[in-house]
């Protein structure tokens, strides 16, 4: 019913900077609050950056001062502009956000298919 969407990634340069996207469409009450994960090979999933509804963001220690999360709550999406990348970003970066389908209930949390970032020397 609920699908979550990312865009954006690619190869880019240590140093570089790549922007994703991801929107979530489908039958959506609301949306509480969106994050991305990534998760490098052979690693466990981590977050990298999370907003919540009203602004607040949280952020992974290693992409402290590098990347911004932001959202745009009338198009149902989520961004994460990336700067001054570095290979060990080289990962898979997940979409997550949590979603309420009836006005009443509670959210639970929808995962994008995943979009790959790698980063080289």
């Known amino acids: 019913q609920v699908e979550l969407v990312e865009s954006g990634g690619g190869l880019v340069q240590a140093g570089g900077s790549l922007r994703l996207s991801c929107a979530a469409s489908?039958?959506?009450?609301?949306?509480?609050?969106m994050g991305w994960y990534r998760q490098p090979p052979g690693k466990q999933r981590e977050l990298v950056a999370s907003?919540?509804?009203?602004?607040?963001?949280n952020y992974g220690d290693s992409v402290k001062g590098r990347f911004t999360i932001s959202r745009d709550n009338a198009k149902n999406t989520v961004y994460l502009q990336m700067v001054s990348l570095r290979p060990d970003d080289t990962a898979a970066y997940y979409c997550?956000?949590?979603?309420?389908?009836?006005?009443?209930?509670?959210?639970?949390?929808?995962w994008g298919q995943g979009t790959q970032v790698t980063v080289s020397p």
């Open positions: 489908g039958t959506i009450f609301s949306i509480n609050t």
């Open positions: 907003i919540t509804t009203g602004g607040g963001t």
């Open positions: 997550k956000a949590n979603i309420r389908l009836r006005i009443r209930a509670a959210g639970s949390d929808y």
